[in-house]
């Protein structure tokens, strides 16, 4: 099993480009969420998904989109890409029965 | 709201010590709490979770402390190595919801 995995690794991006952030999981967890990391704040929420085709916005949700087609696969899609979304953002899953989050080894995203 | 806050933010132990991090929650709902380690550079990974029928839970080296009347639960990482130099992120859940995480302790173990 490749866990879950995050790709790309490092993006640099200009005010107001869009791009997609992937996350792929091969354990079939029913559940995969969208944190962003940044210096003093932890780790926040941004959209989770309890399953394929269900979706619900998280501590910071703004300023990006989420959709679940499939159960492996949970894309983060920025519009408009700001300055104050530079960030590394992590990807995690977990089965729906029990608690422990997989997490990916995370995208670092700069926006400029 | 900060649903669980955490502390010291920074921690320098030296090797052989013991490290104590500590996180307080509001919501009694909570009936989960995990400890996560991250080192540099990669995602961050389950160390050890409790729930709140026990007071202590103890893995290795590392144990959890939970206090339920004083809605607190801390990690105490005896005979402090420099490989366990990480940051510690405490967190809590209630069924069917997302982890909320405290803010991470950076934590420095010195030879």
């Known amino acids: 099993n490749a866990g879950v995995t995050q790709t790309p690794k490092f993006q640099v991006l200009k005010t107001g480009q869009s791009m997609t952030l992937q996350c792929a999981q091969d354990?079939?967890?029913?559940?995969m969420s969208w944190y962003r990391q940044d210096p003093g704040m932890g780790l926040r929420l941004i959209h989770y998904s309890v399953g394929a085709g269900i979706t619900d916005q998280g501590e910071v949700p703004n300023g990006y989109n989420v959709s679940r087609s499939t159960t492996e696969d949970f894309p983060l899609r920025l519009l408009s890409a700001a300055p104050s979304q530079t960030s590394v953002y992590f990807c995690?899953?977990?089965?729906?029965?029990?608690?422990?989050?997989?997490f990916g080894p995370g995208t670092r995203l700069t926006v400029l | 709201q900060q649903q669980v806050k955490q502390s010291p933010q920074s921690l320098i132990v030296q090797k052989g010590g013991i490290s104590i991090i500590n996180c307080a929650y509001e919501n009694t709902a909570f009936d989960y709490f995990p400890w996560y380690q991250q080192f540099p550079g990669k995602g961050p990974a389950l160390l050890i979770a409790i729930r709140p029928d026990v007071s202590e839970k103890k893995e290795g080296r590392f144990t959890i402390s939970f206090n339920k009347s004083a809605k607190q639960f801390s990690l105490h990482i005896m005979d402090s190595q420099p490989g366990d130099s990480a940051t510690y992120f405490c967190?809590?859940?209630?069924?069917?919801?997302?982890?909320?995480f405290g803010k991470g302790t950076r934590l420095s173990v010195i030879a």
């Open positions: 967190a809590a859940s209630y069924p069917y919801t997302p982890l909320v």
């Open positions: 995690a899953s977990s089965p729906a029965d029990t608690d422990t989050q997989y």
């Open positions: 354990m079939n967890h029913e559940y």
